[in-house]
């Protein structure tokens, strides 16, 4: 089946310091890949996606390739606002896996002044 | 405004009181989904339904119950809710497919004592 491995939080981070989540994948067939974030007390919120190899998403300063050869969809932000603080989830979906969306287990960045 | 709402937003009951979360959203989405969010798990899926009057297991049914009369919503049913159902639930919606966004409710945070 379908499974998402992401990296352990919490990242904790200065405010303008470079940000990378790790994100590795395990999919049957050839899956849509997806960022979301949950900002506290709230629902989660597509940040990005890309849908076949080789396709960046990005977003608010936020960006991700498809690495098909490597299984990775890793998030990176250049300079972090702590408004970017938040949990962030990697998910992906394939019509192989059922059409269901699989989440990793999210991560917690926090920024600081 | 395109949104997914859920009622209530909060909850707390005792073992073995039934309860129901709703769950509506606008969009005409066909594909509507129900996940619990617990510490270190992530999202996990109950129940989702593909159309109205098709409904299916997720990865942790036990215990759950739902049903889609209407394409616009899609109930949670706890029958006799235990301790461990205490979580974060989020409903979801999207249109069919395997690329397209899933849209997020605010979620539902119950306690069962």
């Known amino acids: 089946g379908n499974s998402v491995t992401q990296m352990e939080g919490p990242v904790t981070l200065s405010e303008e310091a470079f940000l990378t989540i790790n994100c590795t994948y395990t999919a049957t067939g050839y899956p849509s890949l997806f960022w979301y974030v949950q900002y506290p007390g709230e629902g989660l919120q597509l940040l990005l996606k890309?849908?076949?190899?080789?396709d960046k998403g990005s977003n608010k300063g936020f960006e991700a390739t498809y690495r098909k050869e490597t299984t990775s969809f890793h998030l990176e932000k250049g300079s972090v606002q702590v408004s970017d603080s938040a949990v962030y989830f990697c998910a992906l979906i394939s019509e192989g896996g059922g059409n269901k969306l699989t989440f990793g287990t999210g991560t917690q960045l926090k920024v600081e002044l | 405004e395109a949104q997914v709402t859920q009622n209530p937003r909060y909850l707390i009951t005792v073992t073995g009181k039934k309860l129901t979360v709703t769950c509506s959203q606008n969009?005409?989405?066909?594909?509507m989904s129900w996940y619990r969010q617990d510490p270190g798990l992530g999202l996990r899926q109950i129940y989702y339904s593909m159309n109205v009057e098709v409904t299916d297991k997720g990865d942790v049914p036990e215990g759950y119950k739902v049903s889609r009369k209407e394409k616009r919503n899609f109930p949670l049913i706890l029958e006799s809710p235990s301790p461990n159902q205490t979580s974060l639930y989020f409903c979801?919606?999207?249109?069919?497919?395997?690329?397209?966004?899933?849209?997020f409710g605010p979620g539902t945070r119950l306690t069962v004592t």
């Open positions: 890309a849908t076949k190899a080789d």
């Open positions: 979801a919606s999207r249109r069919q497919g395997d690329s397209y966004e899933q849209y």
């Open positions: 969009m005409n989405h066909e594909y």
